[in-house]
C-alpha cells in the first residue's frame, strides 16, 4: 500500500505521546515513499475519507475508530487502529514497539484482514425516509424525556414479536455486542459472526431476553411515544415521531481491520475485561 491517511482523536491532540506516534508513523511511511494525510480533530457526519486512501491508521479509541469507519462507506479501504482511548475492542496495537517492522508490514501489505459487518438503519414517517445511517456497532432507539418510559412495537420480518415499555432498545452486530448491547444485559458475540441483536434497554417487564436473529432478518421497530430518537454508533441522535418506522438490516458495506498478531477475540475479551 502506498496511501494512508492518519486520523487522531479529538481528544488526543495535546497529547505529547500521540504526537511522538503520529510523527513516527508518518515520517516513516513517508520515507518508504507512501503518501499520507492526516485529520485532527473531531469527525462529523459529513466527513469522508479522501478517494485515494487504501488504509485508515486512527489513533484514539473506540470511538474513533466507529467514526472512521462510518466516513469510509463505500471505499476499499482497511483500518488500523492505536489505542489510546479506554476499553479499545477496535484497536489492533495498544503500543508499538518496532515502528520500522510496523510500517514495513503495511507497505508491503503482511497482514491478514479482518471483515465484519455493519448496521443499516433507515426511519420512515409516513411512508417518506426522513433517516438514513449506517453502523459498525449499534442502532439505538432512546428516549428523549429523562422521565417517562417510552412504548415501542418490535417486528421481526412483518411478525410482530412484542409491544415494549422501557428506555430504549439496543440493535448490534456483533461487534458492537461488547458496548451499549452488553451493558443492557445483551449476549455477547464472536465479532466475525453474521448476526443481529436486539436488546431491550431497561424494559418494564420480568420476562423480556434479548433476541439473536439471521442476518437476513428485517428488524422494524414502531415508536408510540414523542420523545425518542436513533443514534448509529452514538452520533448525534435524530428525533423520532409518534408512529415512525425504524427499519434495521445488514448493510451491504463491511469494514476491514488488519490484524497483525494471532491474538483471538476471546483473548482480547479476557484482557479488556480487567479493566471494566
Not at 254 to 270: C, G, P, V
Amino acid at each position: 500500500m502506498k496511501n494512508f491517511f492518519i486520523i487522531i482523536s479529538e481528544y488526543s491532540t495535546e497529547n505529547k505521546a500521540i504526537s511522538t506516534v503520529r510523527n513516527r508513523l508518518e515520517k516513516g511511511l513517508k520515507e518508504r515513499g507512501a503518501s499520507v494525510g492526516i485529520h485532527e480533530g473531531y469527525l462529523d457526519r459529513e466527513f469522508k475519507i479522501p478517494e485515494e486512501t487504501e488504509c485508515v491508521i486512527t489513533i484514539g479509541g473506540d470511538g474513533t475508530m466507529l467514526r472512521a469507519s462510518r466516513a469510509a462507506l463505500d471505499r476499499n479501504v482497511v483500518f488500523l487502529g492505536v489505542n489510546r482511548g479506554h476499553m479499545g475492542y477496535l484497536t489492533e496495537l495498544t503500543r508499538i514497539d518496532d515502528y520500522d517492522e510496523i510500517i514495513d508490514r503495511l507497505i508491503n501489505n503482511d497482514f491478514k484482514i479482518e471483515e465484519r459487518m455493519m448496521l443499516s438503519a433507515s426511519a420512515y414517517r409516513g411512508g417518506k425516509r426522513v433517516y438514513r445511517d449506517y453502523a459498525l456497532n449499534d442502532v439505538m432507539i432512546g428516549k428523549n424525556d429523562f422521565v417517562h418510559m417510552m412504548s415501542f412495537e418490535l417486528y421481526i420480518n412483518d411478525t410482530l414479536i412484542n409491544t415494549y415499555r422501557a428506555d430504549g432498545v439496543v440493535i448490534a452486530s456483533p461487534t458492537g455486542s461488547t458496548c451499549y448491547s452488553m451493558s443492557a444485559g445483551g449476549p455477547i458475540a464472536e465479532p466475525t459472526a453474521k448476526l443481529l441483536l436486539v436488546t431491550p434497554i431497561c424494559p418494564h417487564a420480568i420476562n423480556t431476553r434479548p433476541l439473536v436473529l439471521s442476518p437476513t432478518d428485517r428488524i422494524r421497530i414502531v415508536t408510540k411515544h414523542n420523545t425518542q430518537l436513533v443514534s448509529c454508533d452514538g452520533a448525534d441522535g435524530t428525533d423520532l415521531e409518534y408512529d415512525d418506522e425504524l427499519i434495521v438490516t445488514k448493510a451491504r458495506h463491511t469494514t476491514k481491520f488488519i490484524r497483525f498478531k494471532e491474538t483471538s477475540f476471546l483473548d482480547t475479551l479476557r484482557d479488556r475485561m480487567r479493566y471494566v
